[in-house]
């Protein structure tokens, strides 16, 4: 028995030393790397750089951009980086969380909110009026409702300074739910203007690589593009 103890002790110290050792070697190259960013691109401020699964690549993250570089800042990669095996997208990952980053700067005080009375989960849609199947998901906010989802809008009008119009109408409207609903099923806005953070919507869903609405975002900050049946999108989000 103590001989299997001693056995245990010794393989725990050693893999130990070598995750260690591993995150060592992880650390020095992002340190390199920041060094060598900081003398070729001075004007490059990463928000992050860490180690990936592969030896002597680095993720970088500047801005909403995700990037892999060589330590020697010589080298970089656009695109995902996909894990074939376990089916992982470690890019995906980078941008979830920015996305997430980005939503809570802006704040749901900033966002027109559909909440019911219980909770379970929430999607961040970014929407135009009048877009079609903006309107369809649109008509399904009381089946989210009665299932617990909470519809938070972020707003991109597309078509020019009459969709601008309207849509700082329907945020600067006494009833905000209610002149989205009417604007939604085609109907006449009062015209209205006040402080409001419509271009802040857009700034926001440009940098998120917003290129077509509706564009719903998930909790876990996966960002699904054009429009999903309500059944369909709950069964997901709680699968």
Not at 214 to 239: C, F, H, S, T, W
Request: negative net charge; charged residues 25%; aromatic residues 6%.
């Amino acid at each position: 028995m103590k001989y299997i103890s001693t056995i245990f002790l010794v393989t725990s110290l050693f893999l130990s030393s070598a995750a260690s050792a591993e995150t060592s070697v992880g650390q020095a190259g992002v340190d390199k790397l920041t060094k060598a960013l900081a003398a070729s691109m001075p004007n490059v401020r990463p928000n992050k750089i860490s180690s990936t699964p592969i030896e002597g690549l680095y993720e970088v993250i500047v801005g909403t951009q995700v990037v892999y570089m060589s330590d020697d800042a010589r080298f970089m990669i656009e695109g995902d980086l996909y894990d074939l095996k376990s089916k992982k997208n470690y890019s995906e990952d980078a941008k979830s969380g920015i996305r997430l980053a980005a939503m809570k700067q802006l704040g749901t005080e900033k966002m027109l909110v559909y909440r019911p009375e219980k909770v379970s989960n929430t999607i961040t849609v970014v929407t135009d009026i009048d877009c079609p199947y903006c309107r369809r998901l649109h008509d399904e906010v009381p089946d989210y409702m009665e299932n617990g989802v909470e519809v938070r809008y972020i707003f991109m009008p597309l078509k020019g300074s009459a969709d601008m119009k309207k849509t700082i109408s329907v945020w600067c409207a006494d009833d905000q739910q209610l002149a989205l609903d009417i604007a939604k099923a085609g109907g006449e806005v009062e015209e209205k203007t006040c402080d409001n953070p419509i271009n802040e919507h857009l700034k926001v869903a440009r940098e998120l690589g917003v290129r077509g609405t509706p564009a719903i975002l998930l909790e876990d900050g996966q960002m699904l593009p054009g429009y999903i049946p309500y059944n369909k999108l709950v069964a997901q989000m709680r699968q």
